[in-house]
């Protein structure tokens, strides 16, 4: 007995009629392919094992299991081992094999989509969601496809058809929550992301698309609880990549927070700060900056409040006490000395200027 599953292909030419009933040896006929099955299937039998088998395009294609296995239970363990490639022929012989199995399709397609493969995937998971039009899964499969496409547009109407045809599918939610975020539609995407919070309250993709479409949506209260859904992400899952996309997103707030509290014009103690910032850098030369720089943005990982002039943060490169907005101008400094183009993730450009300008006088 196998200990795991046996996979092989035969051209039809290459297999010898005479091994069937003399009235099922007109190869490609009903009667050929069907005798051809039960051929393989009594030689497996005989050795404690069984085979699934399919005549297809010319080609016959065996795949043999321990007796008694079911095929799709066989390959789970192969693909949730990440054997993806390695389980696609066998996962074809048993969509080939039928009866149609929804389920059988689902998992071929996920696998082609796992693999890069997105046409063969959508072909799959369509044949999927055709035999059980309620297969939430499938339907989001062809989404999740699409996305990954570039195509968003046909990503759409799968993910809803998802979320219809299972309400609690947290997943789904997510997905169409990002669809609609993409396509600008804030207030639709919001639902989504309140529902899929219920079903997925510890989801770090989950939280962060709720804190983003809370953002794009700009009310006032609306940005504080975004703030605070981006400090969660930042602190549970700080090693994550929607955590440093949300240290970014935390740091614009501040940023349009900051022009708001001055109505829009510059800020004088942010002028001092980079100006002073520019003769330490003058002082110290280019690579203690860099050193300073790369220090501040560090720390920054952990968030810096450049609202409260209290909170005051220490530097092992540079003697003394700081506040927050002290911090981040004097990094902002730093970056515009290294690479003038490179993003700084705050926009100080205006203060900047004049800060410059005032040193040149």
């Avoid at 998992?107 to 082609?112: E, K, M, P, R």
């Avoid at 809370?214 to 940005?223: V, Y």
């Avoid at 409260?308 to 490169?317: A, F, N, R």
């Amino acid at each position: 007995m196998t200990s795991s599953p046996q996979f092989f292909t035969l051209p039809v030419e290459r297999f010898d009629p005479q091994l069937l009933p003399p009235q099922a040896r007109q190869v490609g006929s009903p009667a050929f392919n069907t005798a051809v099955v039960a051929y393989f299937a009594a030689q497996y039998s005989g050795k404690g094992q069984q085979a699934v088998v399919s005549v297809d395009e010319g080609q016959i294609s065996v795949l043999v299991l321990p007796a008694g296995a079911q095929p799709l239970d066989f390959l789970m363990t192969m693909l949730q081992s990440g054997r993806i490639k390695e389980a696609v022929p066998y996962l074809e012989a048993i969509a080939k094999a039928g009866p149609a199995d929804a389920q059988v399709f689902y998992n071929l397609g996920i696998a082609y989509s796992e693999l890069g493969q997105f046409d063969e995937a959508v072909i799959r998971l369509k044949r999927a969601v055709q035999l059980d039009p309620q297969h939430a899964h499938a339907w989001t499969g062809i989404g999740v496809a699409y996305q990954r496409m570039g195509k968003p547009d046909r990503a759409l109407d799968p993910m809803q058809r998802a979320v219809q045809a299972d309400p609690s599918d947290g997943y789904a939610r997510r997905n169409l929550g990002a669809l609609l975020l993409g396509a600008g539609r804030s207030a639709e995407a919001l639902e989504q992301f309140r529902a899929a919070r219920k079903a997925l309250p510890h989801d770090a993709q989950t939280l962060y698309g709720l804190a983003c479409a809370l953002d794009a949506l700009g009310g006032q209260d609306d940005l504080q609880e975004a703030d605070e859904l981006y400090q969660v992400v930042i602190a549970k899952f700080p090693g994550a990549h929607v955590a440093e996309l949300s240290r970014e997103a935390r740091t614009k707030l501040a940023a349009q927070d900051m022009r708001a509290r001055v109505g829009g014009g510059l800020r004088p103690d942010v002028i001092s700060y980079l100006s002073a910032a520019l003769e330490t850098f003058d002082r110290v030369g280019p690579e203690k900056a860099k050193q300073i720089t790369f220090e501040i943005a560090s720390k920054g990982q952990n968030g810096l409040d450049i609202h409260d002039p209290e909170q005051k943060y220490t530097l092992s490169s540079l003697p003394g006490e700081f506040s927050g907005m002290q911090l981040v101008s004097i990094m902002y400094a730093g970056i515009k000395a290294l690479d003038p183009a490179m993003d700084a993730g705050i926009d100080l450009d205006a203060e900047y200027e004049v800060a410059k300008a005032m040193r040149s006088q």
